[in-house]
């Protein structure tokens, strides 16, 4: 299994940048996906998860109203919409497979979640 996020860079606060999320020799239709993010002195942390059907996710109260996920079943992609960003959006970003997701929070499950290597997103102007 590779993971990779991309679509990162420098973008200037309240602009927008979408992530995206590929897996090869894996299919991210009907399982967890979990953004996570990491700035530099700062511990992890889960930004924006959804379960495998859809029908639960977590938004971290930071990014609540300017995050959104979405999935392309088609290319086997899952996409992090960020708008309005500000600057302590700034971090590298990694997207996860099969976290444990619950409506109050979004968690690693050593074993079993799978991270792929992180795009870095740095909000400056």
């Known amino acids: 299994v590779q993971l990779q996020a991309s679509g990162g860079g420098l973008v200037q606060p309240g602009k927008s940048l979408r992530l995206s999320c590929s897996a090869s020799?894996?299919?991210?239709?009907?399982?967890?996906i979990g953004w996570f993010r990491q700035a530099p002195g700062k511990e992890r942390e889960a930004v924006l998860c959804?379960?495998?059907?859809?029908?639960?996710?977590y938004y971290s109260q930071s990014v609540l109203g300017r995050f959104s996920i979405s999935r392309d079943r088609a290319k086997n992609m899952v996409y992090l919409h960020m708008d309005s960003l500000k600057r302590d959006d700034t971090a590298v970003y990694y997207c996860?497979?099969?976290?444990?997701?619950?409506?109050?929070?979004?968690?690693?499950?050593?074993?079993?979640?799978?991270w792929g290597q992180g795009t870095q997103v740095t909000v400056s102007s």
């Open positions: 996860v497979i099969d976290p444990v997701v619950r409506g109050y929070g979004c968690y690693d499950a050593p074993g079993d979640s799978y």
């Open positions: 020799g894996f299919i991210l239709d009907a399982i967890a």
């Open positions: 959804i379960n495998g059907g859809d029908s639960l996710q």
